[in-house]
């Protein structure tokens, strides 16, 4: 069982920053991909940005390329997300998700249905 951890939400102003983490415990997520989503009230869960399992490979959704950046620590079994310039639309709870499905297979997906492990999501919202 995977356990997944999200913290550093909070509330911040526009154009303002913000750094998320998830940490993994229970069993590593070393070799699989990682995935950010985000749900704001009244909307669907939308995908933020993915990440291989090497790193090697990233995906961003086009709202929030050029200010967010996804990365990983395998060794500290933690991903992060850099968000800078941020705007009111921003505003969301968000997620870690991560698979066990195959791993070393480096690609970074953006459907949320490749994903099965989620972690209970940390708030993030941004004042205009």
């Known amino acids: 069982q995977v356990r997944l951890v999200e913290s550093g939400g909070g509330l911040v102003q526009a154009g303002g920053s913000l750094r998320l983490s998830c940490t993994a415990s229970g069993r590593t997520f070393s070799s699989y991909p990682l995935g950010w989503f985000r749900q704001a009230p009244g909307k669907e869960r939308e995908s933020v940005a993915a990440?291989?399992?090497?790193?090697?490979?990233?995906y961003y959704a086009d709202s929030v390329k050029g200010r967010f950046t996804i990365s990983r620590d395998n060794a500290k079994n933690t991903m992060y997300l850099q968000m800078n310039s941020l705007k009111p639309e921003d505003t969301a709870v968000y997620f870690c998700?991560?698979?066990?499905?195959?791993?070393?297979?480096?690609?970074?997906?953006?459907?949320?249905?490749?994903?099965?492990?989620w972690g209970q999501g940390t708030q993030v919202t941004v004042s205009s």
């Open positions: 990440i291989s399992w090497s790193g090697s490979r990233t």
């Open positions: 998700a991560t698979n066990r499905n195959q791993p070393y297979r480096d690609y970074a997906p953006s459907d949320s249905g490749e994903y099965r492990y």
